[in-house]
C-alpha cells in the first residue's frame, strides 16, 4: 500500500455533464458513462494525460451504461438499453472483435453493472428479472446464466476479489443498501458493513496484500452515498478489530472506526463533495460535526479505490495492478 | 365531471383579463406559477415518502435522512431538499383517479375527469383547459405569452399527448407557447421553424424582424401566409418584443449561474423558468418527461421507471432533481421572486409501493406527493401523511381538483372568476397550505 504523499487530485472532465461508473480500459484510459445530450448516454473514453473524450461506440443510439474490462484490456462490457425499457448485457471480445448479447427474460428486465472475473472467463452482474433483482453471472459468450442470489430486497453491483474467490455486493435485504461478500458460487454471504446511508458499488484492493488475514484476498472498499466517503475494510470484519487502529494510522488518514468497517475516509481533495458534505448532509457516519473532523488527503485512495458515488462525485483510481496510480479523477463539475 | 371540475362542453365565457397591475384588483400571492411537471410518476416511497419501517418488498434500498423539519425524514436521494426542507410544504397525501399517463395527467393539469377521455377515445377539444391556460387567460397578456411551456415536444407518452397539456375545449388559441430547452441552454421555438431563415438569432432589432416578415409575405402564397399567420404569430409578436428576446436568451445569464443549475435539458429548461417568472410570465411549466430527459429510447417516460428504478433514481433522477429543484429555490430567493412566485413539483401519480417482480415499481395513482414553495404557500410542513406501506392516505386526500383550486387562488383566480370562466368551480384549496 502506499503510504507517500499523493499527487494531488487531477481533474480530467470540464464538460459539466453528468458522469458515472469510470472504470480503466488500460492503465492510461478511463472509459465512463456521460449524459452526453438529453437522449443519450454514451461510453466515452479518454484519456488520463489530457486529450479530448472519444465515444466508444460511435454507432450505437441506445444509452450505454456500466463499463467494464478484464484484467488483460481483452474484454470488455456494458449494460445497453434494448428496447422498451429492456437493458440487455453486450459483453465484446475486443481482440476478436466479437461480441455477445445476454438478454433478460422479461420484456423490462435490465442487467447492469458487469464486472470481470480476474481471469477474464465470467461476468457478474446485476439482474433484474423475474425472480427479484439478484446477483448473475455469465461465460463470456454470454452463456451458462448462473443466479448466485436469491435474496428479498435488491442484490446490486458485484465485484470479484483478486483471486477470484469471492464477490462483494451491495444489498439491501437487511434495509438500506449494505456491503455483503459471498464465495464466487453464492454461498457463504456475510454482511460486511452497518451503517445508515447508501453503502454500494464496492470495489477491492488490487494486490490482495493489505489483509491481516491468511485467507483474506484483499480489501473491499465502496461508495457511501451522500457523505461522499470511500469505505475501506478488511474483508472479514471480526479480522479488523485488532489493527483497526494501527492500519488507520499507516493510512495517514484521520479516521473514524465504524461497526465492522475498518475506516470511513472522506475524500476532501473533492471539493464539491466537501461542500455538500458540510452544507447538506444532515447526518453522516460522521456525525453532526463532520466539517470539523475534515481528514487530510487520503493518500492510500490512490490503491484503493474505484468508486463511483451515486449523488456527489465520481472518482477512479488504479485498476487490477496495471499501470501508474492514478490520481482521483473529478469527473463532475457540480456537487450533485 | 368528477373532482370538482365542470364540463368542458359549456361554452366558455369572454376572458375576463385581470387588472391587479393597474390597481383595480388586489394583487395576488403569487404573480406567477412554475410547475415543474415530473412526467411518468416519480416514486414517493424513493423521495419524499419513505417508509423504512415497511416490509423488505415495500421499503426500497435507499436510507432516510433527517429534514429540518422534527420527525419529517426523506430518502438519501435528496439531501439538498432535506436541507431546504423548511423553505417549502410537502404533500404526502395526493390522489389521482386513474392509472395511465395521459389520463392522469390530464386530470393532474386540469383537476377535472372528462368524460371520453385518453382512454376513453376522447379528443383534446372536449377536454377542460389547464390551470395554465386558465391563467392566461384570466390575466391576459402582453408581449410575453402568458402561458409558457418549456418541452422539446407535446408531453404525453408512446401512444400520444396528454389533451389536458393546453387549452383544451377553449381551443388552441389557448394552448401554452412551447419552448425546448437543451442542456446547453440553446433554446428553440418550435412554431419558427418553419421558417428558415426568420431564425431568432437573426433578429436582432424589431426592424430587422418586420423587414423579413415582408420579404416572407410578398414570396408565400395567400394561403400559406395566412397559415403560419395563424399558428405562429405569438412567436413573432415575441421575437418582435426585445424584452421577450432577452428572457428567452441564456446567454445573459452568468456561467455561474447556468453551471449551478447543471448542465442538463432540465437544468437548464428551470434556468429559463425563472428567467420567464422574472421577465413577468404568469404561468410557465417546466415538463421533466420523455422530451426532456431521457434514460431509456423508445419508450422513457421521464420518472416512468418500470424497470431500475432504483438505479435510474440513484444514479440520475434523485441527484438531478435534488441538484436542480433545490438551486431553483435558491435562485428565486435570492433574487427576491420565491415569495411572489408560487412553485408547484408534481407528477402525475407515484409508483407502486410493492416492489414489482423484476425489482422495480409501476403506476400508482392512490397515493403520492407534491412540493409547493413560495407564493402564499406556508413553508416548513408536511400537510397529510399516507398508510405505513404509502399505499394510501391516511389523512384526508388532495385531488387534483384542490391541486389546481390551490393554484389559481394563489394566482389570483377566486372562486367569482372560475365560476365566470367556468373552471373548477366548488373546488377548495389544499387545507393547512396557505
Known amino acids: 500500500m502506499a503510504s507517500s504523499d499523493p499527487a494531488p487530485p487531477r481533474r480530467l472532465t470540464h464538460d459539466g455533464r453528468r458522469k458515472l461508473a469510470p472504470a480503466f480500459r488500460s492503465a492510461r484510459e478511463i472509459a465512463v458513462a456521460v449524459h452526453v445530450s438529453p437522449t443519450l448516454v454514451a461510453i466515452l473514453r479518454l484519456g488520463i494525460e489530457g486529450g479530448p473524450a472519444e465515444r466508444m461506440h460511435p454507432s450505437l443510439t441506445a444509452h450505454q451504461f456500466d463499463p467494464a474490462f478484464s484484467a488483460d484490456g481483452r474484454r470488455h462490457a456494458f449494460a445497453l438499453s434494448a428496447t422498451s425499457p429492456q437493458m440487455v448485457l453486450v459483453l465484446q471480445d475486443l481482440r476478436d472483435k466479437q461480441e455477445h448479447v445476454f438478454r433478460p427474460r422479461d420484456a423490462r428486465a435490465t442487467a447492469r453493472r458487469p464486472a470481470f472475473s480476474p481471469d477474464g472467463t465470467r461476468v457478474a452482474f446485476g439482474l433484474s428479472d423475474v425472480g427479484g433483482h439478484q446477483i448473475a453471472s455469465l461465460n463470456v459468450e454470454g452463456k451458462d446464466l448462473r443466479l448466485l442470489t436469491s435474496s428479498a430486497g435488491l442484490n446490486a453491483s458485484p465485484a470479484y476479489s483478486p483471486d477470484g474467490r469471492r464477490i462483494a455486493f451491495s444489498s439491501s435485504r437487511d434495509g438500506d443498501f449494505e456491503i455483503y461478500v459471498m464465495d464466487a458460487d453464492g454461498s457463504n454471504v456475510r454482511r460486511l458493513t452497518h451503517s445508515p446511508g447508501l453503502d454500494t458499488r464496492p470495489a477491492w484492493s488490487a494486490d490482495g496484500k493489505r489483509s491481516n488475514s491468511a485467507s483474506s484476498s484483499g480489501t473491499v472498499a465502496g461508495s457511501r452515498g451522500v457523505f461522499a466517503a470511500a469505505v475501506v475494510m478488511p474483508r472479514s470484519p471480526s479480522s479488523a478489530a485488532s489493527g483497526r487502529r494501527k492500519r488507520a494510522r499507516h493510512l495517514g488518514q484521520r479516521t473514524r472506526a465504524l461497526a465492522g468497517v475498518e475506516a470511513a475516509i472522506r475524500i476532501p481533495a473533492l471539493q464539491s463533495g466537501q461542500e455538500m458534505c458540510a452544507k447538506d448532509t444532515i447526518r453522516s457516519p460522521l456525525g453532526p460535526n463532520a466539517r470539523e473532523r475534515r481528514p487530510p488527503p487520503p493518500a492510500s485512495m490512490r490503491a484503493e479505490v474505484v468508486c463511483a458515488s451515486f449523488s456527489s462525485f465520481a472518482a477512479a483510481s488504479q485498476a487490477a495492478g496495471r499501470g501508474p496510480i492514478v490520481s482521483l479523477a473529478s469527473l463532475l463539475e457540480h456537487d450533485w | 365531471v368528477s373532482a370538482g371540475g365542470r364540463s368542458s362542453a359549456r361554452p366558455a365565457p369572454p376572458p375576463s383579463p385581470g387588472r391587479w397591475r393597474a390597481g383595480r384588483l388586489a394583487a395576488p400571492k403569487a404573480r406567477s406559477v412554475l410547475l415543474v411537471w415530473l412526467g411518468g410518476g416519480p416514486s414517493h416511497l424513493d423521495l419524499f415518502d419513505p417508509k423504512p419501517k415497511a416490509p423488505v418488498e415495500y421499503r426500497g434500498p435507499f436510507a432516510t435522512i433527517a429534514t429540518r423539519l422534527p420527525g419529517v425524514r426523506f430518502t438519501e436521494l435528496l439531501p439538498k431538499l432535506a436541507a431546504r426542507s423548511d423553505r417549502f410544504a410537502l404533500v404526502r397525501t ?69 389533451f389536458g397539456h393546453g387549452g383544451g375545449a377553449w381551443g388552441k388559441s389557448h394552448d401554452p407557447f412551447m419552448a425546448a430547452c437543451s442542456d446547453d441552454g440553446r433554446v428553440d421555438i418550435p412554431d419558427l421553424q418553419l421558417l428558415d431563415d426568420l431564425a431568432p438569432a437573426r433578429l436582432t432589432d424589431r426592424q430587422t424582424l418586420l423587414a423579413e416578415l415582408d420579404r416572407l409575405r410578398r414570396e408565400a402564397d395567400q394561403a400559406q401566409f395566412r397559415h403560419w399567420d395563424g399558428l405562429h404569430e405569438r412567436a413573432y409578436a415575441l421575437l418582435a418584443d426585445p424584452r421577450a428576446r432577452r428572457a428567452f436568451d441564456l446567454s445573459r445569464e452568468p456561467d455561474r449561474v447556468r ?56 444514479d440520475w433522477h434523485g441527484p438531478l432533481l435534488d441538484g436542480v429543484f433545490s438551486t431553483l429555490l435558491d435562485d428565486l430567493e435570492e433574487r427576491g421572486l420565491l415569495k411572489t412566485t408560487l412553485v408547484v413539483c408534481l407528477g402525475e401519480f407515484g409508483r407502486t409501493p410493492r416492489i414489482n417482480a423484476i425489482g422495480s415499481r409501476d403506476h400508482w395513482h392512490p397515493c403520492y406527493f407534491s412540493v409547493w414553495a413560495g407564493g402564499g404557500v406556508r413553508p416548513g410542513r408536511v400537510i397529510g401523511e399516507s398508510d405505513p406501506r404509502g399505499e394510501h392516505p391516511a389523512t384526508e386526500p388532495v385531488t387534483p381538483a384542490m391541486v389546481g383550486t390551490t393554484i389559481l387562488e394563489l394566482a389570483g383566480v377566486h372562486s367569482a372568476a372560475r365560476a365566470q370562466l367556468g373552471v373548477l368551480e366548488g373546488g377548495r384549496v389544499i387545507d393547512g397550505l396557505l
Open chain 2, 94 to 162: 395526493n390522489v389521482n383517479f386513474n392509472g395511465g399517463h395521459r389520463p392522469a395527467g390530464s386530470i393532474g393539469l386540469t383537476g377535472a375527469v372528462a368524460p371520453g377521455g385518453e382512454d376513453a377515445g376522447g379528443k383534446p377539444g372536449r377536454y377542460p383547459p389547464n390551470f395554465g391556460s386558465v391563467l392566461a387567460r384570466h390575466r391576459g397578456g402582453a408581449g410575453l405569452p402568458a402561458f409558457v411551456s418549456l418541452s422539446r415536444g407535446p408531453i404525453g407518452d408512446g401512444v400520444g399527448p396528454i
Open chain 2, 259 to 314: 453551471a449551478a443549475y447543471g448542465r442538463t435539458s432540465f437544468g437548464q429548461s428551470c434556468l429559463l423558468a425563472r428567467r420567464l417568472v422574472e421577465a413577468g410570465v404568469p404561468y410557465v411549466q417546466v415538463n421533466w418527461s420523455q422530451y426532456v430527459e431521457v434514460f431509456y429510447p423508445f419508450s422513457d417516460y421521464g420518472w416512468d421507471t418500470h424497470a431500475d428504478n432504483f438505479g435510474l433514481l440513484a
